[in-house]
Structure formats: structure tokens, C-alpha cells
């Protein structure tokens, strides 16, 4: 059964990092892309950053949060840093795969909350 497990969430103070780690299992991990999402209260789902062919990033993460891949380990990672307040949220990791143009395979874990807060 394909599964999605976050971790290291946590409170961190604002100016501090944190690293968020996604355990995948279930599915061939090297062929989807992998994904941070992020839902902060009363706000929708946004997308964070994704790893495929390429990484893409928020324009509000762009040079504090790297996401990275370890296909051997079947792990995806969401390192942030120099934290803000607007940056607490609840973070979830997705998979995804388009196989031709019409069959979707999309994961969603469980969430990790992201507390930023002095």
C-alpha cells in the first residue's frame, strides 16, 4: 500500500531552520515527482517545492528552502531556513505521476506542523 510518512516538524524560532524528511513506500519512488505542499490556517494548499526532471520552489521560499531527493533511501526532504512567522503551517508531502494523459497517481501524507514563533 503506497504511503507518505512527514517528519521533523516542530516549533522553531523565526531565523531558525528546520528539515523536513517524507518516507515514501509502496510505489516506485524514482518515478514520481515529489512535492512540499504547505496549509496554513484559514488559507488553501499551496505548493512549496517539487522535485521532478527539475526543482521548482514558491517565489515566497526561493533561496531559504531546498528540496532534495535520495532515490536509493526512497526520501524526500524539505531543508528551510531563515524561518518566518508567515512560514507556519501545516506541511505535507505529495507524489504524483501522470501516466499518459489521463491516469493520475497522487499521494498525500499525513502533515507535519511547521510552528515559526518567537
Known amino acids: 500500500q503506497e504511503q507518505l510518512v512527514e517528519s521533523g516538524g516542530g516549533l522553531v524560532q523565526p531565523g531558525g531552520s528546520l528539515r523536513l524528511s517524507c518516507a515514501a513506500s509502496?510505489?516506485?519512488?524514482?518515478?514520481?515527482?515529489m512535492s512540499w505542499y504547505r496549509q496554513a490556517p484559514g488559507k488553501e494548499r499551496e505548493l512549496v517545492a517539487a522535485?521532478?526532471?527539475?526543482?521548482n520552489y514558491a517565489d515566497s521560499v526561493k533561496g531559504r528552502f531546498t528540496v532534495s531527493r535520495d532515490n536509493a533511501k526512497n526520501t524526500v526532504y524539505l531543508q528551510m531556513n531563515s524561518l518566518k512567522p508567515e512560514d507556519t503551517a501545516v506541511y505535507y508531502c505529495?507524489?504524483?505521476?501522470?501516466?499518459?494523459?489521463?491516469?493520475?497517481?497522487?499521494?498525500w501524507g499525513q502533515g507535519t506542523q511547521v510552528t515559526v514563533s518567537s
Open positions: 509502496g510505489f516506485t519512488f524514482s518515478s514520481y515527482v
Open positions: 522535485s521532478g526532471g527539475s526543482t
Open positions: 505529495n507524489a504524483r505521476l501522470w501516466v499518459g494523459i489521463s491516469r493520475l497517481y497522487d499521494y
